[in-house]
Structures are given as C-alpha cells and as structure tokens.
C-alpha cells in the first residue's frame, strides 16, 4: 500500500512538475517546488536545482535547514557534484563521502558535507533536446542504505530533473507564442485602424483608397508619427483635415 501510494505521489510530482503554462510563472518559486519535492521523495538532507539558462539564471534548495544546500554549493568552488554535472552535462553517480576519494578531489564540499552529517551525493543534469540547462545535486543523510542502493533514488531524481527540463521548456516555447500572438494581434488592430481611417477620407474627399492612405502616410512622414496613430486620430476626428490634404496635394 505504501508503495503505490508513492507512485501516486510521484505522478503527481512530475504532472506538477511539467505544469508550466502560466502567465504568473516563477522560476524561483517553480524550482523550490522541484527542490521541496526531491526532498520528500529522494529521502535527502537537502537539494538544488540551479538553473543556468541564458538570461534567466535561477537556484532553489530544499531541505532543513533551507541554507544548507546553499552552503554545500558555496563549498563547491573547488569542485563537487553539482559543478561537475553542470560542466560535463552528465550524471554523477551516488557518491560516499566517508571514502578517501571524494575527500582528495572535493576536499573543502567534503569537510563541509561530513560536518552537516552528510554520507552520500549525488547530481544529474537537466537537459531538454541536447541543450544543458542546469543540474540537480541530492544530499543524503549520513546511515542512508549506501551509492548501490541509492542507484534507483538516482533513476528518480534523473526523472524529475527531466520533468523540470519539460516544464522549462514548455513555459519558454509558451512565453514566445504568446510574445508573437500578442505582436500579431497589435498588428492585425493597427492594420485595422489604419483601413477604417483610409474608408473615412476616401469617402469624405470621393477620391480612392490608394489616394487616401497615400495622404496618410505623407503626414505621418512630415509630421514623424507613426501611421496607426494619425490613423487613430482620424477616426477620431481630431486631426485637422487641412493639414491632411496638404500633405497629399503636396509633394513628395
């Protein structure tokens, strides 16, 4: 029973996880779900999750108390899990850090690590179509069954690191379309205006379209406004008509 209700909450996660499109998306607030959430489900100490696309770099930890992971990615300055996931874009398999190996390459994340009671760790990265996206580095408590029996929390935690890639992905792939509908739309509106205002004056001079959007685009040259704005001023009726009739009797 308690197995599949773990399941369930695993669903659960990476459904949430992938759930991105939304207006009021946070990176931050979304990653410190993700690091909340590997905390539960990994059985960690604590977690990160850096986010290191360009332009909207992010890092979330969970875990108690919350500044931990930070401190255990500080002390990675001379290397460790995390920045070694991040520089190869691969894996790093658990890790136990009361071996001599780990102390000899991460000697200042090691100290630190075996100082908060940390036994093993372990980080993957976050990738989406080949493009590196960040990582996520697990601490485990100190006792916890050993890297072996830690190699299917690991198959876990690369689950959840790809959901996060999938949730990323989506919400950028979402933000994009709705920057372009949002420009095609302001577009079809000016185009729109800009008609509207060209029936107006065809229609009150009797003379043609061409003629009338000719006159248009003249004052809007003289004058250094943009089209849909002296568009919106005729149909406003606000713009002395003189002055556009001037500027398409006038030369070029």
Not at 86 to 104: D, H, K, M, N, S
């Amino acid at each position: 029973m308690r197995d599949r209700i773990s399941e369930l909450r695993l669903a659960h996660v990476l459904v949430e996880t992938t759930d991105t499109l939304d207006d009021d998306f946070d990176p931050e607030r979304y990653l410190d779900r993700v690091a909340g959430h590997c905390v539960e489900l990994l059985d960690a100490s604590a977690t990160a999750v850096i986010f290191d696309a360009p332009g909207t770099p992010a890092l979330a930890t969970g875990g108690h108390p919350r500044d931990l992971a930070l401190g255990l990615l500080g002390a990675q300055q001379s290397g460790g899990p995390c920045v070694e996931s991040l520089g190869t874009g691969r894996l790093v398999a658990p890790v136990r850090l009361t071996a001599a190996e780990p102390a000899r390459s991460w000697p200042e994340f090691t100290a630190l690590a075996r100082r908060h009671g940390i036994g093993v760790t372990y980080a993957v990265p976050l990738r989406q179509r080949g493009a590196l996206l960040g990582a996520l580095n697990v601490f485990v408590p100190e006792g916890s069954r050993g890297p072996h029996a830690t190699n299917g929390e690991l198959s876990l935690a690369q689950a959840i690191a790809d959901a996060t890639s999938v949730g990323l992905h989506n919400h950028r792939a979402y933000t994009e379309y709705r920057t372009l509908a949002t420009q095609l739309q302001a577009a079809l509106t000016s185009r729109v205006r800009i008609e509207q205002a060209k029936g107006i004056l065809a229609e009150r001079w009797h003379t043609g379209m061409d003629e009338a959007f000719e006159a248009l685009r003249r004052y809007a040259r003289r004058e250094r406004l943009v089209m849909d704005v002296v568009a919106t001023e005729v149909i406003k009726g606000s713009l002395d008509d003189a002055s556009l009739r001037g500027s398409w009797s006038g030369s070029s």
